[in-house]
């Protein structure tokens, strides 16, 4: 196969297909087609109507990989607010990436074992994955193979990350409920703005380990009503947090639900919150990370790996391993000059960086299967 002519086929149609999570039809059915010609043995409606696994079956005993893209995209609005999707966090690259590597790995047979190639619905609602896992979809994997797209500040094109460690991500909404009256008599009601800025306030203050890398941060305030001499009864608010710890996550849930709900009271408010979204942190593998390494320098040369690095973004890749513990993976960051940054409906990358990150992970694949790390 020639790899950068399967790319510019594959890629302007993918990118022209972009579907909003869970809804992923056309692309999971173009995808499934394009397995089942390769002579993958193809199963869909995985965990969801559009969840994918093709599996190649060597034969010999071996260890189970797995390769996993995304498929969803991103919603904007237009200057006269209407909809628009728009694959603007790299999900057609991944796919690009994902299924060319499978035809790749198709035509010249893999060592032993078996490779399921895993596509995933709704990363951008945090749910694919768990969606995947419950399915049972990799019950049987040793090792899980997962890759971004990453801005041009964080690596160059031809270079490669061998490992992206995500940062745990939740994010939480909350409820404050007053009681209303005239602005001229404001002791005979609540005013859930007066208890909403306080829990800003306290929750914004709330002390983070820098070491971690956490933050807390209030992202939403919306309340009063059309009339200027009321006293709000109701604040809907939203919060940010992030950790690169599991457990020091868990810990800030708990604080910021703690906050808001006696912050609410010491007002005579009363406050609802609950988890809208959440991504658990990267647990990388060492194991992983130095076989990951040696094929980066094997299909790129040394200037074309740089060292793992730490970012403050979510991705819901880390629920596979948070999931099923045993699990061995690897999230490697590809560079493709990418610009201005991720999730900008501008966003545009330079496509003939993708078939050199594609040998990469056709070599670490069989690296894996017969090193087993």
């Not at 995985?46 to 991103?74: F, I, N, Q």
């Not at 690897?330 to 966003?347: F, N, R, T, W, Y």
Request: aromatic share 6%; proline share 5%; charged share 20%.
């Amino acid at each position: 196969m020639n790899i950068e002519e399967n790319v510019h086929k594959v890629w302007p149609y993918l990118h022209s297909l972009p579907e909003p999570p869970f809804q992923e039809y056309k692309t999971s059915a173009f995808l499934a087609e394009v397995l089942r010609t390769a002579g993958y043995t193809v199963t869909e409606h995985v965990g969801s109507e559009t969840g994918l696994v093709g599996v190649w079956d060597s034969g010999k005993a071996g260890p189970v990989v797995a390769l996993r893209s995304d498929m969803d995209s991103l919603q904007f609005r237009r200057d006269d607010g209407t909809a628009v999707r728009i694959h603007a966090c790299g999900h057609d690259a991944h796919m690009t990436m994902a299924i060319t590597a499978a035809q790749v790995l198709a035509e010249q047979g893999i060592p032993c074992g078996k490779l399921k190639i895993l596509f995933q619905p709704a990363e951008e609602i945090g749910k694919g994955a768990l969606s995947l896992t419950e399915a049972g979809a990799i019950d049987d994997v040793q090792y899980l193979i997962g890759y971004h797209v990453m801005p041009k500040d964080l690596v160059r094109a031809g270079q490669i990350i061998p490992q992206i460690n995500w940062t745990a991500c939740t994010l939480m909404e909350a409820v404050v409920r007053g009681k209303a009256a005239h602005g001229s008599q404001p002791h005979l009601g609540i005013d859930a703005i007066n208890a909403g800025a306080a829990i800003v306030g306290a929750v914004n203050a709330l002390p983070v380990d820098p070491l971690l890398g956490g933050s807390v941060k209030t992202t939403r305030f919306l309340g009063g009503a059309d009339s200027l001499n009321a006293i709000c009864d109701e604040v809907h608010m939203g919060f940010d947090l992030r950790s690169t710890s599991n457990k020091e996550m868990l810990h800030l849930r708990q604080r910021v639900k703690d906050i808001i709900g006696t912050t609410a009271q010491v007002y005579g408010a009363t406050a609802d919150s609950h988890i809208v979204g959440t991504c658990p942190a990267a647990e990388a593998d060492s194991s992983l990370l130095k076989v990951t390494e040696a094929a980066v320098r094997e299909e790129l040369g040394d200037k074309g790996i740089v060292p793992p690095v730490s970012v403050t973004i979510g991705e819901d890749f880390n629920f596979y391993k948070q999931e099923r513990p045993d699990l061995k993976t690897a999230s490697l960051g590809i560079g493709c000059d990418l610009e201005p940054k991720l999730h900008d409906p501008q966003m545009h990358f330079e496509l003939d960086a993708l078939p050199g990150a594609i040998r990469v992970l056709v070599n670490l694949i069989g690296k894996v299967l017969t090193e087993r790390p």
